[in-house]
């Protein structure tokens, strides 16, 4: 199974936001044989961070994606 991830769930999982239910981030954590991020969701988060509304930023949600093995879609 390939999931993809809106921002609110990636960031929910980054965060570990219980907002996330449990099934989901099962799914997410072990279930999915790929997890696919959009670079418009690191764009969503850049900009929650410029406003200040976020405590992380696009560099270190990037890694953090890089780091669990989600693979990263371009805007084609």
Known sequence: ???LLDT???????LA???LG????HLVERGAERVHVSVVS???VAV???KGSLATDAR???AALVRS???LLDVT
């Open 1 to 3: 199974m390939h999931l």
């Open 48 to 50: 929650k961070s410029a």
């Open 60 to 62: 270190a949600a990037e």
């Open 17 to 19: 936001d219980p907002q």
């Open 69 to 71: 093995g989600y693979l």
């Open 42 to 44: 690191l764009w969503g």
């Open 22 to 25: 449990p099934g989901a981030r």
């Open 8 to 14: 609110h769930a990636l960031l929910w999982v980054l």
